[in-house]
C-alpha cells in the first residue's frame, strides 16, 4: 500500500458511516492521562484533580454501537405546487444527538426524539429535489461521530398547473363522428345542413312535409354531423427568454424555466389547452419542434393529459437551441397551435409552410412584451426596440399568410 | 452559535482566575487567544492547549494546592472540553434543542461531584513526603485508570 492510499485510508476512517472517535475522544485521554500521571510524579495534586474529569468523562462513556438512521415518510412525487407536510423519523441508536440539515436550517436534536415535522416547499413546476437530510450523530459528550451522512434524496416531478382555458369552435378532424364541432359531413346533429330531394335510403322521418307540399316532390332536411377536432400543440423550447433582455444570454439557476420567460408561458399554456380540449373531448397532440423522439401522439381523456403534462416536462428539461425545426408526420385535418416566443425567422417560415399544407394554425407568441432593455449598455434599448419590431413584422407577416396569431399569450 | 458561546462562558472564569493569581497580564492575553482559537476551531488542539496551559498554571502558581481557585478551575476546565467537544460535532448556525444537552449535563453532573469527591478525599489525606501507603493507592489507583482507559483505545 502506498503511502497516498495509506493517508486515504486514514482520512476515510475518520468520517463516513460508521462509529469513530473525534478529537475530543484523544483530548480527553491523552490530556487526562497525562494530568494525572504528570500530577502524581511531580507531587502536584492540583494537575491531578484537574486530569480526573477528563478521565472520567471517557470512562463514563460508552462505545456507541448500532446503526442510527434518519428516514423520512414519502411524499407524492407528481403533487402539485405548494407547501408539503412530511415527517423525519430519527432512530439514533447508541447515540445522543441528531444533527440534521433540516429544510429550515440545520437542527441538533436528541437522537430518541419522535418524528420531526418537514415542510417542504415547492414553488416552481418541473423536476427536481424535495428533501436531502444530510445528517451526523454524535454519542457521549460529543467524543463518538456517526457521519457525517449524505441524505437520500428524494426528488420529484410537479407537473405544469392546468389553468381554465374557454376552447372555442375549431374544425373536425376527418375522421370519427362524435364530438362537439360541426362536421361539413351530413349527421345527425340538430343543425340544418340542407333541404334536397328524396332519395331512397332517406328516412322518412327527416321529410320536409312544407317544402314537399310547395314543389310537389318529396324532400328531406339534411342535418350536420358532429365531430370531434384533432390539434397538435407544438412547443418551441429552443429558447427560454424573460422581460428583461439583459438576462436573456445568462443562465437561470434554482427552476427548470425562468418564471414567467417565454418557455414557462409556452408550457402552462399548452398544459392548459389540452386540458380545456381533452375536456370537452377532443383529440390533442403535442409535439417538440425541435425534439421529435418526445412528440405524443393524439389520445383523448384524462389519462392522455397526464402524458401530455409529463412530456411537457420532459421536453422543457431537454430543452436547448437547435438548428432546426420541424412538423412531422402531422395528422390530415388537425389544427397547430405553435407556442413560441417567434425570435427567428425559421420559426415563423415553419408557421407559415404549415398554413400552406392546409393545416389550420394558431401561433401563440409566449414573448413577455414590453421587453425591458439592458440598461448597463447604451445600446440597450435600441436593441431591445429592434427585437420588438422584428419580431412584430414576423407576426405581421405570418397573419398576411393565413396563420391566426394571438399577440399576447 | 450557542456552543461557541458556551465555550468563551467556560473560559471566562478560567481567565480570570489566572489572571487574578498572576501579576502580568499574561496568562489573559494567552488564554483569550486559545479561547478564540477554539471557538473558532473547536476540532483544533486550541482547546487542549487552554486546559493544558490553565492546569500547568495553576500547578506551579502560588497558593495552596487545594484554594479556591482551584476548586473552581475543575468544573471551569472540565466545561472547556465539553463544550468544544459538542461545539466540535455542531455546525454555527444550527439550532440546539436544549432536550439535546439534557444528557451531557447530566454526565457533566455526575463526573463533577466524582471529582469533587477525589478532591475531598484529598482535602482531608495528610500531605508529606513520608506517606508512602497514599502514594501507593493512588499508584494503584492510576494504573487500574490506565488500564481501564487502555482496554477502551
Known sequence: MSRADKIREAFAQSHGAHWHPTDAYSRAVWLGAGLVVAGMFLHQVEMVLFGVPLVLSVLLAHVPQGKPTVSVRPVPRGAGAGV????????????????????????????HSPDLPVEIRRDAWGPGVDLR??????????????GPIVGVEHVRTILPPVEHHPSGPLPPRPAGLVGIHRSPRAGDSTELRDIRVFQPGDRLKRIDWRVTTRTGALHVRERHAEADAEIV?????????????????????????????????????????AAGYLRQGDRVGLMDLSRPQLNVRSGVGRRHLMRIRTQLVVCVQAAGWASRVALRKLPHGCVVVLLSPFLDDEIAEL???TRKHGHVVLAIN???????????????????????????????????????VTREC | ????????????????????????????????????????????AGPALLIGYAALAMAFGDGHPLRLGVWLMIPALHL?????????????????????????????????????????????????P???????LGLGSLTVVIAVVALRI
Open chain 2, 1 to 44: 452559535m450557542l456552543m461557541r458561546l458556551a465555550i468563551v462562558l467556560a473560559a471566562l472564569p478560567v481567565a480570570l482566575i489566572l489572571h487574578l493569581e498572576s501579576d502580568t497580564v499574561a496568562p489573559l492575553v494567552i488564554v483569550a487567544a486559545l479561547t478564540v482559537v477554539s471557538v473558532l476551531m473547536p476540532g483544533s
Open chain 2, 130 to 136: 513520608d506517606l508512602g501507603l497514599v502514594e501507593l
Open chain 1, 366 to 404: 409566449t414573448l413577455p412584451l414590453p421587453l425591458k432593455p439592458d440598461a448597463e449598455t447604451p445600446w440597450g434599448e435600441v436593441a431591445a426596440e429592434m427585437i420588438a419590431a422584428e419580431h412584430r413584422l414576423r407576426l405581421r407577416r405570418m397573419a398576411e399568410h393565413g396563420v391566426k
Open chain 2, 80 to 128: 472547556v472540553h465539553v463544550t468544544s467537544a459538542l461545539a466540535a460535532v455542531v455546525p454555527v448556525k444550527t439550532k440546539i434543542e436544549l432536550a439535546a444537552l439534557k444528557a451531557p449535563a447530566r454526565r457533566f453532573a455526575i463526573v463533577q461531584a466524582i471529582s469533587f469527591g477525589v478532591a475531598a478525599f484529598a482535602a482531608f489525606i495528610p500531605s508529606g
Open chain 1, 84 to 111: 408539503v407536510h412530511t415527517v423525519a423519523q430519527v432512530d439514533g441508536a447508541d447515540a445522543e444527538i441528531a444533527v440534521i440539515k433540516l429544510p429550515g436550517g440545520i437542527k441538533a436534536v436528541p437522537a
Open chain 1, 133 to 146: 437530510l444530510d445528517h451526523l450523530f454524535a454519542g457521549p459528550d460529543g467524543m463518538y461521530v456517526y
Open chain 1, 351 to 353: 408557421a407559415v409552410q
Open chain 1, 233 to 273: 400543440l407544438a412547443l418551441d423550447t429552443r429558447t427560454d427568454v424573460g422581460v428583461n433582455v439583459a438576462d436573456w444570454s445568462s443562465p437561470h439557476y434554482g427552476a427548470t424555466t425562468r418564471p414567467g420567460g417565454s418557455l414557462d408561458r409556452a408550457v402552462r399554456r399548452a398544459a392548459s389547452m
